[in-house]
C-alpha cells in the first residue's frame, strides 16, 4: 500500500513514454515530452532522488522544449526559402 | 502512507492521467491546454508530497516547477503562435479548477507547518504557480498574436 | 546622465535589491552572517538583471 | 537479407536479451529494501566531512573526476555546436522583426527573470545542504535570461546578453574546476582530494571543504554554457537565413 505512489507514477511514466513514441510530428512530440519530463520528475521524488528531480525539471520543463521548438522553426523556415528560392 | 501522500496519488493519477490523453490525441489548441495543465497537477503534488515525506527542502521542487513550467507553455504559446492564431484554445473553466485545487492545496500545506519562514516560502511558491498559471493561460489565448518571424 | 536619472535608477535598484534580498531570506532554512552575505549579492545580481530587463523592453 | 531472415535474426536476439533479463531481475535484492552498502558509506564519509547533502558529496568529493568528466563533455560539447552553427559564408543575418507581446505576459516575464535568476543563484549556493547543485541552478539562471526573449523580443534579450563575456566565463568556470583541482595537489596531496580546506559547520554555508567552491565551479560553467547554446540555437531559428538561390 505503501508504495502505491511509487506504481501509480511508474504506469503514468510508461504510458507517457509510449505515447511520446507513438507521435508523429515534432512539435507535437515535444508537447508530449515536456509532460514526460515532469512525470520523470515525480518519480525521481517518489523514489526519493530529489537532486536527480532537480535535474529533470530543470532541463526538461523549458530548455528541451524551447531547444526542440528553435531547430523545429530553423526546419521549417529553411524548406520555405527553399520553396521560394526554387520558384523564382 | 499517510493523507498527504494519499492525496498526492490521487492527484498525479487523476491529474496527469487527464493531461497525457489531453496532450496525446485531438487539436493543438487542446493539447497546448492540457501541457499547461500539467503544472498546475504536478506542483500541488510536490507540495503534498514533500509534506507526506516530512522533507522540507523537497518544497525547492515544487518553486522550481512553479517558475519553470510556465516558462516551458511560453515556450510553446511563443513558437507555435501562427498555429495557434488559427483555432485560439479556450478553457479558462478548465484553468480556474486548477487555480483553485492549487490554492486549497497550498492553504492545507500552510496550515500544517504553522507560521514560520517556511510558510512564507509555500505562499510565494503558491503565488508563483497560480499567477504563472494564468498568465500562460492568457499567454495561448493570443498572447503573441503579433510575432512573425521573430 | 542627469542627478535626476541617476537618482531614479538607485532608488529602482535599492527596491528591487531590499525585495530578493527577502526572497533570499524566505527561501533559506537557518541564517546567519555569511548565508546574508551571500543572499546579498545574488540580491543585487538579481536587482541588476531586473533593471537591464526592464530597460532593454521599455527602451526602443 | 531477406524480411523473414531479418525477422528471425531480430526474434533471436530479443529472446535472448529477454531471457538475460529475467534472470538478472530474479537476482535483484528485493524493491526498497534496507540494505544498501554503498549507500551507507558514503552517507558516513559524507557525514565525516560535515557535507548535509550526500548526492552533492558524492559528486564533488567522492566522485570529483567523475563530474570533471561530465563538465568537460558539457564544455566540448558547446564548442562544437558554436563551430557547426556559426553564420556560413552563404547566410546572411536579417534583423529580427520587433514583435508585439500581450501585456500581461510582457510584464509576468519581466518579474519573473530576475526572481528566478536569485532562485538559481540560491539552488548553486545551497547545492551542499540542500537538493539542487551547479547544474540544476546553472541551468534555471540560464532559462531565466531567456524570459526576455520570450516576453519581448530576440534584440531585447541581445541587449542584456554580450555572447563574448559569456564564452569567457564559461572557459574561466571550466578552469576554476581545474585550479581548484590542481590545488589539492600542490598542497601535498591529490588532484581533487578535498583535504584543503576546513570542513567547517554542518548544515552551514562553508560547510563541506571544497565542495561548495567546486559547486560555484560547475555553476558558472552550466549558466554560461546554456547561454551559449541557445545563443547560437537563437540565432539560427530567428536571424541566419540562407541567400536566395544558393
Known sequence: ?88 | MNAWILAATILLGAGLTAALWGVASGPLSRRMVAQNLTTAVACPSLLLLAQGYHRPSYVDLALLLALLGPVGTLVFARLLADELAVATPAAWGLTWTAAGVSAAVVVAVCAATGPSRAMVKLLVTGVLLIGGNLVASRALQGGFRQVRGG | MTRRTALAATAELAAWWAAFGLLWLVLVSTVDALEVLVGASAAAVGAVAARAGRRAVTAR | MSRRLRLAVLAVGGTGLAALLVLACLDLPSFGGRWHPYGEAAVRASLDRHTANTVAFVNFDLRAHDTLGEMSILFAAVVGCVVLLRQARDEHREPPQPSDVAPPVRRYALLVLPVALVVGLYVVAHGQLSPGGGFQGGVVAATALHLLYLGADYRALERVRPIGTYEVTDALGTCAYLVVGLAGVLAGTAFLANTLLPYGTFNTLSSGGTVPLLNAAIGMEVTSAVVVLLARFLDQAVEIEEEQGS
Open chain 1, 1 to 88: 500500500m505503501a508504495d502505491a505512489v511509487i506504481v501509480v507514477v511508474l504506469l503514468l511514466v510508461a504510458a507517457t513514454a509510449t505515447a511520446a513514441v507513438a507521435t508523429r510530428d515534432p512539435s507535437r512530440q515535444a508537447l508530449v515530452l515536456s509532460l514526460q519530463g515532469v512525470v520523470l520528475a515525480v518519480l525521481f521524488t517518489v523514489l526519493q532522488a530529489p537532486d536527480v528531480a532537480l535535474s529533470q525539471l530543470a532541463v526538461g520543463s523549458a530548455l528541451t522544449p524551447l531547444l526542440i521548438m528553435l531547430s523545429v522553426r530553423k526546419v521549417r523556415r529553411r524548406a520555405r526559402t527553399t520553396d521560394e528560392g526554387g520558384d523564382g
